[in-house]
């Protein structure tokens, strides 16, 4: 599962707990109702106020609430943020019905609290959070100002709002906590997963030419052959090793020794098509595995990189080095070890036919 899928998926659950929430509230509200009707409190009546004012006009604002809030979670038009703000404004409509409704039970207004940390928690949004604080604090006033407008603001009540305000107010702080919070440890997960990167391709490379190294080098020819096996893919295997090295060590110094090396391996970068691979398999060692190519294509490449090699110049010698090279294609009768040791046999007896030459074994 990829993290789209994923936060669709918590979306999804989100706006069904929404549907249950909405769903339950009017169910008590109706068996409420009910109870009022049966004590006598009021009327089976469609004139009945608190028929209108508890149960149809409010359910039928929070079930276009989240009518509104499904369909745009659903449709593909909307962007991650702005279904996100939906459903959390779809929430604030139901919690500050619930709070104005049942506003005797000043409790009910404490239903703000879970799209307060939901905006933080789970969508880690600060504009969300402000919105949500900004709607809150609506939703407490409005309810103030109606029991204010019945006379029902005492003492008890007056504490009861204040401390709602002061929730509102340390639920923000918390969420705005919990921001910042996950956003540094994202940023340092992201710093650690690029430093495993780095490490990894670091494993993975030759530090002198920037190739892959020997390690690489199998991993990969495990890789190609399962792929055949699966797939009958053409590839082809090059082993190359510098002529003469030892003496251009021993005459020219191991740094200009180096530099044969790092300049090999930028002419096999170069003429090595994308999907190709090349490697520093060890020392003046080097190999690569033509991807998607017959031995005739391969072969092809392969006299480039000599050619262009044998034509490089440098600041400590006049004469052209070249190497030699084994080429051999993948088949059904090879496995990882014969198809490695017979191009490798190749490449020697490329080294015996005179050198400066790739010797392919059909």
């Known amino acids: 599962m990829n993290e789209k899928e994923l936060r669709n998926g918590f979306r999804s659950q989100l706006i069904n707990v929404h549907a249950v ?7 008590v509200e109706i068996v409420a109702y009910i109870l009022y009707v049966v004590s006598g409190t ?27 809030a499904r369909c745009i979670c659903k ?16 929430t604030m409509v139901t919690t ?43 939703s407490i006033t409005l309810t103030t100002l109606v029991l204010y407008a019945e006379n029902k603001i005492g003492v008890a009540n007056a504490v009861n709002i204040t401390a709602l305000y002061a929730f509102a107010i340390i639920s923000y702080l918390s969420g705005t906590i919990n921001i910042n919070y996950s956003n540094r ?3 340092i997960i992201k710093t ?18 920037g190739l892959y190294n020997h390690k690489m080098f199998y991993s990969q020819l495990e890789e190609y052959i399962e792929k055949y096996n699966r797939e009958k893919i053409n590839f082809c295997l ?12 021993d005459t020219y110094g191991h740094d200009n020794g180096d530099k044969v090396l790092t300049a090999l391996a930028n002419i096999m970068n170069e003429f090595c098509a994308h999907e190709d691979l090349a490697f520093r398999y060890g020392g003046e060692e080097f190999a690569i595995i033509f991807v998607n190519k017959n031995l005739s294509q391969a072969n092809s490449a392969m006299k480039s990189i000599l050619s262009s090699f ?26 990882k070890d014969s198809f490695f040791s017979t191009a490798d046999a190749a490449m020697y007896k490329a080294k015996k036919s005179g050198k400066n030459c790739i010797y392919k074994q059909a």
């Open 185 to 187: 440890s994202n940023e």
């Open 96 to 138: 500050t019905v619930v709070s104005v409704v049942h506003r005797d039970f000043i409790i009910a207004a404490c239903a703000f609290i879970f799209p307060v940390m939901l905006s933080s928690a789970k969508f880690n949004d600060r504009n969300l959070l402000k919105h949500s604080l900004f709607i809150s604090l609506a």
């Open 42 to 68: 009021c009327e089976l009546s469609l004139t009945c106020p608190y028929l209108w004012h508890s149960l149809v006009i409010p359910s039928a604002v929070n079930f276009i609430a989240h009518i509104v």
């Open 192 to 209: 650690q997963a690029m430093q495993n990167t780095m490490l990894e391709q670091f494993l993975q490379q030759d530090t002198m030419t």
């Open 21 to 27: 929430a909405v769903i339950a509230a009017t169910i």
């Open 238 to 249: 090059a082993v190359i090793d510098v002529d003469d090295f030892k003496t251009i060590n």
């Open 75 to 90: 449709s593909k038009k909307y962007t991650d943020n702005r279904k996100n703000s939906v459903l959390i404004y779809a």
């Open 310 to 335: 044998q034509q490089q110049k440098y600041s400590f010698t006049k004469k052209s080095i070249t190497f030699s090279c084994g080429l051999v294609q993948f088949n059904d009768s090879f496995n």
